[in-house]
């Protein structure tokens, strides 16, 4: 006869009414991050558990870049939190790569002798095919000249467990709004307009590869803890008004450093009017004011995109977990900027600079008050920032209506899809139709004129002229390489009503334009669809997924190439204080990472270290004389190229500083800025201040970046000195070093010099490099 435990039975009772009752955990439900990466999870289990933890430790309402940085912690029990001060150690849920910077991002991380990365990883191609003729011819000659570096990658990404999106898939931030971007995520990009993914609420930072390598390795990545500036928005867009114009006026008011170590938050009842294309624009071009990123939380705009771009999981998934993907009531900002949408009224920004932001309705008068060229040569849509199907649709509106008149361009008017999706359904939807009737022609789906891969004809080098884009970026010579071009930068709207006006002065708004039949008539108001109405078309296959086997894959890299180089390890730190070390160059003004390392036709040496060096600090302007890419050889005395100025003192065993003023290395991401002058022997980069990105990424290449303690220092440097570094043998965190200046007549300054190293980065610093450092470790 069976007899049973009476309380073995009570017990099991108790323990199913548990069961029962248990709350669900928001991780027992699985969502992928992207239908392209099956058994990879979104995992707001993570956040969920980190925030539990972290609110207990510092007992205050968080804002949502904190929730989502906090919630990515890698030890949220221990983690220093003060924001602006200490450092994060934090698990990024993705890298993406642009082919450019992918080639030393993946050089980097085959040294590192891993089998696979350890997040998902995508590499896009969009930064080496030039805009020349239009779209097809342009992309087919890409191919052609490329082939050599798109095979290292097609190889190199499917040796190591990459997604990988061929040449005419679209521009990577587009491609990651599409496909991978999530509310919540934390993603790292080799791109500074990584950002673009903020608009569906992720937090996405723009790094150098360097800092991609050490994620894919499985090695936290490390931010200096940001501040938070709150942008409240209330009122409406609506009318000529778009997102752009919010970014534009934030630029205007932020300048192009004011965002520098901090996260923007925008908020507010004002989002609701804002598509989610138009968000990640917002966000795209928060790279002009030095932000870390920008973001906007969840809402059911991010919800319809979602929905629209099939990952209506990923929309209810956020939904669930939206108390995690908004800011606590009451969170408290460094810094708010309040913004009524219904009052903003259309930018232009420039020239020469993102952040001159003037009204339309001012334009006018600045164009003449500062003898601006008035005839507009070219006017530009598109790009990573500007080319979403909302974007599209209301400039053909204007283009349509054009040819109702009759009207053709009188500037020369381009195009640039963001996707191949984009371009497959406006080609559908007739806007591509309408462009070109018009005169306008449509682009390859890359990057193209934005980051001066423009094979510009219509105007000499040198000749004054004017041109208008829907870009993000516009410094001299970004474009075209012709410094003397005066590049403004506006609405997809603003951009596409004046190419039919060819003249800087028109203002769609409130002027009139002739039609073919004498008459005069007023543009009306842009208008188009948020989300294409018959759904996407997703044009052409252009995704290669990493294959099963990837044992018998060998990358391609010829020993003989000159435009794929394997990397050699930089030599460690010696152990002394450096002295006698020349000034390489005094850099005079602003000095972009375009001024280090210089894009256009240089883009095709990005894997070739050693070539991309000829390049180096070209563009900077040498205080001594006021040219660009000539200093003296404190050597020998003679005057020379910045590159073979400084390969000179290298291959003498000479180390250099630069000397440079604010904002030292603002602009793109690339970390070929800070390679260059360590492979060229420099040993310190000592500024006013410096931008986020390349801060990190000299650290990260073992060089020096040290700034003035007092900025008014930089006035006691003479190109002709030479210099001791004294402290290094003591070097710490938060311990000030000394500069020794010998100056030509023999008086002698000491002038400390501040840093911003941690432990960590000064064992980087020892080692040689951050790489050198993780060999090592690994070995």
Known sequence: MLTVDKRAVAMAHSLRRLMATAAPRIGD?????????????????????????????????????????????????HQEIERGKTYLKLRPDRVACQDATAQMALLQFMSAGMPTTAVPTTVHCDHLIEAQVGGAQDLARAIDINKEVYDFLATATAKYGIGFWKPGSGIIHQIILENYAFPGGLMIGTDSHTPNAGGLGMVACGVGGADAVDVMANIPWELKCPKAIGVRLTGKIGGWTTPKDVILKVAGILTVK????????????????LSCTGMATI??????????????????????????????????????????????????YDQVIEINLSELEPHINGPFTPDLATPLSQFKDAVKANKWPEELKVALIGSCTNSSYEDMSRSASIAKEAIDHGLSVKSKFTI?????????????????????????????????????????????????????????????????????THAFVASPDIV?????????????????????????????????????????????????????????????????????????????????????????????????????????????????????????????????????????NLETGEWGAVPATAAYYRDRGIPWVVIGDSNYGEGSSREHAALEPRYLGGMAIIVRSFARIHETNLKKQGMLALTFVDPADYEKIRGDDRV????????????????????????????????????????????????????????
């Open 29 to 77: 439900t699985k969502v992928q991050m992207s239908l392209l990466e099956p058994g990879k999870y979104i995992n707001y289990q993570r956040i969920e558990d980190n925030l539990a933890i972290v609110r207990k430790r510092l007992n205050r309402p968080l804002t949502l870049s904190e929730k989502i940085l906090y919630g990515h912690l890698d030890d949220p029990h």
């Open 258 to 273: 004011g965002g520098t170590g901090a996260i923007v938050e925008y908020t507010g009842p004002g989002v609701e009017s």
């Open 283 to 332: 966000c795209n071009m928060g790279a002009e004011i030095g932000a870390t990123t920008s973001l906007f939380p969840f809402n059911s705009r991010m919800a319809d995109y979602l929905n629209a771009t099939k990952r209506p999981e990923i929309a209810k998934y956020a939904q669930s977990f939206a108390h995690n993907l908004t800011p606590d009531a009451g969170a408290e």
């Open 416 to 484: 640039t899809p963001g996707s191949e999706q984009v371009r497959a359904t406006i080609e559908r939807d007739g806007q591509i139709a309408a462009f070109e009737k018009v005169g306008g022609v449509v682009l390859a789906n890359a990057c193209g004129p934005c980051i001066g891969q423009w094979d510009r004809r219509d105007v000499k080098k040198g000749e004054v002229n004017s041109i208008i884009t829907s870009y993000n970026r516009n410094f001299t010579g970004r474009n075209d390489a012709n410094p003397a």
């Open 496 to 632: 596409t009503a004046m190419a039919f006006a060819g003249d800087l002065t028109f203002n769609p708004v409130t002027d009139t334009l002739k039609g073919a039949d004498g008459k005069e008539f007023k543009f009306s108001d842009p208008t188009g669809h948020e989300l294409p109405p018959r759904g996407y078309d997703p044009g052409e296959n252009t995704f290669q997924p990493p294959p099963e086997d990837r044992a018998s894959v060998n990358v391609a890299v010829d020993p003989k190439s000159d435009r794929l180089q394997l990397l050699k390890p930089f030599k460690p730190w010696n152990g002394e204080d450096p002295k006698n070390m020349p000034v390489l160059i005094k850099v005079k003004g602003k000095c972009t990472t375009d001024h280090i390392s210089a894009g256009g036709p240089w883009l095709k040496y990005r894997g070739h270290l050693q070539n991309i060096s000829q390049n180096c600090l070209i563009g900077a302007i040498n205080e001594v004389n006021g040219e660009a890419n000539k200093v003296q």
């Open 724 to 779: 001791d570094i004294e402290g290094l043998k003591t070097f710490a965190e938060g311990k000030n070093l000394t500069l020794i200046v010998h100056h030509k007549d023999g008086q002698v300054d000491r002038i400390p010099l501040a840093h911003s190293f941690n432990q960590g980065q000064i064992e980087w610093f020892k080692a040689g490099s951050a790489l050198n450092l993780m060999a090592a470790k690994a070995n």
